[in-house]
């Protein structure tokens, strides 16, 4: 079946500091999600991509759709401590198709 | 306001006993999943059902059961036949045929002692 691939998994990082992660997948995807989950919460939707190229902001989150559809990426800039969490990917071929998870990246921020 | 509702958060339980997890959308969403998610783990599916009284089994299905007799509920039993129940279980739903992605609930934390 399909796998998604996400790193890094884990990021040590100082307040103030810009994140970058990404997903790669051995096939397309026509949709891509970016989820975080806060510690002992269900993870909430945070960037909604639906078309290869696409760059999609959500304040200081910016998440991009890959050109050949088997890659998305997200950055997050100037971090903060409540941007800790655990940050999946999440891809989906069609709309009948369940989605494919990554495996996660967990963020730490440092005060 | 519409959401989807897991209780209760954290449960008990003694190793030998079926133990059932609540799941309750009033999103009006077709589809609904169950996951299991393990310290410093992704998330792994166990059961789905894109319709009322039918369902599918996921990837780690053994040891689990659900039903779907209603659109808004979900509920997940976990069975003494679950070698290692202790796990943090995730309830989600969606409307079918969508890109929207899935809504979560916040979580049951099971453990068995």
């Known amino acids: 079946g399909q796998q998604l691939n996400q790193s890094p998994q884990s990021m040590f990082i100082q307040e103030g500091e810009d994140v970058s992660m990404n997903c790669t997948s051995s096939s397309i995807f026509n949709t891509w999600l970016w989820y975080k989950q806060d510690p002992g919460e269900g993870p909430v939707l945070l960037i909604a991509?639906?078309?290869?190229?696409e760059l999609t902001s959500n304040g200081r989150l910016t998440a991009q759709f890959g050109i050949t559809r088997k890659d998305s990426f997200l950055n997050i800039s100037a971090s903060i401590p409540s941007d800790v969490g655990i940050y999946f990917c999440a891809g989906q071929l069609s709309v009948f198709s369940r989605l494919t998870f990554g495996e996660g990246t967990q963020l730490t921020v440092n005060p | 306001d519409g959401g989807i509702t897991q209780s209760p958060k954290y449960l008990f339980r003694k190793e030998g006993q079926n133990v059932t997890l609540s799941c309750e959308q009033n999103?009006?969403?077709?589809?609904m999943y169950w996951y299991r998610q393990d310290p410093g783990q992704g998330l792994r599916l166990i059961y789905y059902?894109?319709?009322?009284?039918?369902?599918q089994k996921g990837d780690i299905a053994e040891g689990y059961s659900v039903s779907r007799e209603k659109k808004e509920s979900f509920p997940l039993t976990v069975t003494s036949a679950q070698k290692n129940p202790t796990a943090f279980y995730l309830c989600?739903?969606?409307?079918?045929?969508?890109?929207?992605?899935?809504?979560f609930g916040s979580g049951t934390r099971l453990t068995v002692v």
């Open positions: 059902s894109q319709i009322v009284n039918d369902f």
């Open positions: 989600a739903s969606s409307i079918w045929g969508s890109r929207d992605g899935y809504t």
């Open positions: 991509l639906y078309k290869a190229g």
């Open positions: 999103l009006n969403h077709d589809a």
